[in-house]
């Protein structure tokens, strides 16, 4: 018997049952390798995800923080404007009653320029004040100017009545326009618990 020589063995061995059994084994080992590969992918992958997941988180709580920020910058931005408005009667009121009625031009625009844009800040009742502060302090100036004029002792009483309800109801609007300005500006009040009453 030779041991080269494959003839010579007691038994015959079938090479392609080897090869099957080669192929096989060679088969496992590369589904295990690649197996391997493929679970590390994935953990890399889930790894990324939460990455991913996190940075979301973030960009969601930027973006809500910015939300906010930009919600607060509108709301200041509306009491600056609506501080303005209310500004602008009540210098026109305050200069209407103390100088018997007579304001300048500029305050006199300030007041026509409040009116004009309240209605879209404010309620309507603030534009409705404005006029009556205006009608109010018209009337006051031409009875003045009916006093100074007088020539008939007889009507000053008349007048000076005339003269004192104008001044009663200057007063009046002023207060009514107080009561609106903190309604509306909260003015007072802790700025946690303001709200728009809207």
């Known amino acids: ?39 590390a992918i994935a953990l890399m992958q889930a790894g990324i995800s939460d990455r ?17 920020t930009e919600h607060t910058r509108l709301r200041a931005e509306l009491y600056d404007r609506r501080v303005i408005v209310y500004a602008g009667i009540e210098r ?12 300048s031009n ?6 026509f320029n409040s009116i004009s844009v309240s209605s879209f800040l404010l309620d309507d009742d603030v534009a409705s004040l404005g006029r009556k502060i205006l009608r ?24 000076y009545e ?3 309800l104008n001044n009663d109801e200057l007063t009046f609007c002023h207060t009514e326009l107080r009561n609106h ?8 009040i802790s700025s946690d618990t303001v709200s728009d009453p809207e």
């Open 52 to 68: 991913q997941a996190r940075i979301m988180e973030r960009q969601t709580e930027i973006a809500s923080r910015q939300a906010d």
């Open 1 to 39: 018997m030779s041991f080269w020589n494959p003839n010579s063995l007691h038994y015959v061995i079938d090479w392609s049952a080897w090869a099957t059994l080669v192929v096989g084994i060679s088969a496992v080992i590369g589904a295990v390798l690649i197996g391997k590969k493929q679970a």
């Open 92 to 103: 026109y009121l305050i200069d209407a009653s103390m100088d018997d009625g007579k304001v």
């Open 162 to 164: 005339r003269i004192d």
């Open 106 to 111: 500029e305050v006199r625009q300030s007041l």
């Open 181 to 188: 300005m903190t309604r509306y500006l909260k003015l007072g």
């Open 136 to 159: 109010v302090s018209s009337s006051l100036r031409s009875n003045m100017r009916k006093l100074e004029k007088l020539t008939d002792e007889a009507l000053r009483d008349e007048i």
